[in-house]
């Protein structure tokens, strides 16, 4: 009938989830401002913002897959209602309250300023390059199947039968998310509808330090990493630079990052054209020579780790939302559950 032991007690000393605890709620109660700016004065007591955002965290930490399996966990898991911060009566809100709380949320910025908040803790910060960076571009396969993929003129039919069919994002778009373009990465692959999720890692812990979801495009990665390399640069104050792999190697590309004063250490594609014609990289032997060059292009590959994290472990091997703005929402909860895995042992060590 009674129990007099908290569940503070019940979990283990050394469990992981203990030190991300600790920064989390540090975080967010350095945004309680923020929070209640979003929610009216008058009304029925809402949901506490802090216990939403930290379900939707342990979402991704350990990959459950949809809100209502999330609800589940927290009716009978004494472990993350202790991380939630709910006790052991306290009901469980309903799946649904995650829909408009997470579009409040998001129109809030909430998931931005927690990354921010996050990487200025006090024992986070230390960890952090100001000089060097690594940006890099992954696949988000959308909520969609190629049979959405249909006609925006209305023709096809019931767009069942699409073997054999020329279907581009000029002529067609999917009638259950129409945001999302199919789109293939590399030759010989198969294409699918998805978006394009795009990290900034600094170099010298490999930690995410920004994301964005954009259309999936040939041009979008080089775009979205002109914009997050900007926002870095202002915010250092100085120049800095940059390693990326070959599908960043264009001209206008290199132009434009050395007009804003980031150094371009781009992996040169000297690969043959369809032609047989040898490709001229934007990168020479002016910037190659030296050896930052080397050591960004050695540190790059870790930025494979984030994503490689978000689609075994988190969210990101397929996107339960729909819609670019849910779907970036989600991206940046993964890259912020990648980071708070890695700092605790960084910070220990």
């Known amino acids: 009938m009674f129990s007099y032991i908290a ?98 949320l998001q129109r809030g910025g909430v998931f931005q300023k927690f990354m921010a908040k996050l990487l200025g803790h006090p024992q986070v910060a230390p960890l952090l390059s100001d000089e060097h960076f690594s940006v890099d571009g992954t696949l988000i396969e ?99 630079s940059v390693g990326e792999d070959k599908a960043y190697d264009t001209a206008d590309h290199v132009v434009a990052l050395r007009n804003i004063e980031v150094t371009p250490h781009v992996n040169q594609n000297n690969a043959p054209t369809k032609t047989g014609a040898s490709r001229r990289s934007a990168i020479d032997g002016r910037t190659t020579r030296h050896l930052g060059y080397r050591l960004s292009q050695s540190r790059r590959a870790m930025i494979e780790c984030i994503f490689g994290w978000g689609k075994q472990h988190g969210t990101l091997h397929k996107t339960k939302h729909r819609g670019r703005a849910r779907v970036a929402g989600d991206f940046l909860l993964n890259l912020i559950a990648y980071n708070l895995v890695r700092l605790p042992k960084l910070m220990a060590a």
């Open 7 to 104: 569940p503070e007690a019940r979990i283990p000393v050394e469990h992981p989830l203990r030190p991300i605890r600790g920064l989390v709620g540090d975080t967010l109660e350095e945004m309680s401002r923020s929070f209640g700016q979003l929610y009216a004065s008058e009304g029925r007591p809402s949901i506490p913002p802090e216990q939403l955002l930290s379900a939707l965290l342990l979402q991704v930490l350990y990959g459950i897959r949809s809100e209502r399996q999330l609800i589940e966990q927290l009716n009978y898991n004494l472990l993350f209602r202790w991380f939630v911060g709910l006790g052991p009566d306290d009901p469980v809100w309903d799946a649904t309250t995650f829909t408009k709380n997470r579009d409040r």
């Open 142 to 240: 959308a909520w969609a199947s190629q049979k959405s993929f249909r006609p925006k003129d209305g023709s096809g039919g019931d767009g069942s039968d699409f073997h054999r069919q020329e279907r581009k994002n000029d002529t067609h778009a999917s009638t259950t998310d129409p945001e999302s373009r199919l789109y293939r990465k590399a030759a010989g692959r198969e294409a699918k509808l998805s978006y394009m999720g795009h990290a900034t890692m600094g170099n010298r812990n490999g930690l995410a330090v920004a994301g964005q979801v954009t259309e999936a495009n040939g041009t979008a990665e080089r775009r979205a990493a002109e914009d997050m390399l900007k926002a870095q640069h202002e915010q250092a104050g100085h120049r800095i």
